[in-house]
C-alpha cells in the first residue's frame, strides 16, 4: 500500500507561480513512474506531466514549457513546479504512483483567478 499526500495548492492569480509537492510517507517511490493529472469540474480526469526515475519526464502540450515535474534524491517526494499560471489550470491536481497497482493521492485544489 502506498499513501500519497499532496500539498502547496492554492489561490494564486495568473501568472504567479506555484509548487505542489507529493510525499509518500517516506517510502520509497522508486519503483513506481510518477505522475500528476488534473480534473476540472465535471470532466475526466486528465494527465498533466509524468515522470520515470531514470530522469525522463513528459507533459501535456497546455503544460509545456510552464511546468516542471521532478523528484527528490531520496526518491521519496514528487512536484510540480507551475509557472505563468492560466485561469484555465484552475483545477484539483492528484498526484499517481504507477506500478502493478496505480496509487492516488487525495488532489489539492489550484485555484488561479485573473
Known amino acids: 500500500q502506498v499513501q500519497l499526500v499532496e500539498s502547496g495548492g492554492g489561490v494564486v492569480q495568473a501568472g504567479d507561480s506555484l509548487t505542489l509537492s507529493c510525499a509518500a510517507s517516506?517510502?520509497?517511490?522508486?519503483?513506481?513512474?510518477m505522475g500528476w493529472y488534473r480534473q476540472f469540474p465535471e470532466k475526466e480526469r486528465e494527465f498533466v506531466a509524468g515522470?520515470?526515475?531514470?530522469?525522463?519526464?513528459y507533459y501535456t502540450d497546455s503544460v509545456q514549457g510552464r511546468f516542471t515535474i521532478s523528484g527528490n534524491d531520496a526518491q521519496t517526494t514528487v512536484y510540480l513546479q507551475m509557472t505563468n499560471l492560466k485561469v484555465e489550470d484552475t483545477a484539483v491536481y492528484y498526484c499517481?504512483?504507477?506500478?502493478?497497482?496505480?496509487?492516488w493521492g487525495q488532489g489539492t485544489q489550484v485555484t488561479v483567478s485573473s
Open positions: 515522470l520515470w526515475w531514470s530522469g525522463k519526464t
Open positions: 517516506g517510502r520509497s517511490l522508486s519503483n513506481y513512474r
Open positions: 499517481t504512483a504507477g506500478g502493478t497497482q496505480d496509487y
